[in-house]
């Protein structure tokens, strides 16, 4: 069974950089899309930012220039360098796998726990 764990959440001052990690098994993740969420206290999940099994990026219009998604398929991990983070960054940060295309993704394992990343100003 595919399962995902999301780690590297904490706490920074609004300007700082964090770095997620989401590790994957269960699955050939070398073939699959993944993409990042955030779920902000009282709002909808959302998609942050994608990344296909050949390495194409997409990213969502409050996060572009300033996240960078990735991914090490030796790993079966997917990351997410953040940088200069806002305080609307705030949210429980999930990833999971799906196929992505046209600024959408279509997830389809379970989601995880998710890591809390919270920014204060």
């Known amino acids: 069974q595919v399962q995902l764990v999301e780690s590297g959440g904490g706490l920074v001052q609004a300007g700082g950089s964090l770095r997620l990690s989401c590790a994957a098994s269960g699955i050939i993740f070398s073939s699959n899309d993944m993409g990042w969420y955030r779920q902000a206290p009282g709002k909808q999940r959302e998609l942050v930012a994608t990344i296909t099994s050949g390495g194409s990026t997409y990213y969502k219009d409050p996060v572009k220039g300033r996240f960078t998604i990735s991914r090490d398929n030796a790993k079966n991990t997917v990351y997410l360098q953040m940088n200069s983070l806002k305080p609307e960054d705030t949210a429980v940060y999930y990833c999971?796998?799906?196929?992505?295309?046209?600024?959408?993704?279509?997830?389809?394992?379970?989601w995880g726990q998710g890591t809390q990343v919270t920014v204060s100003s």
């Open positions: 999971n796998l799906g196929t992505a295309t046209s600024g959408r993704q279509y997830p389809v394992g379970s």
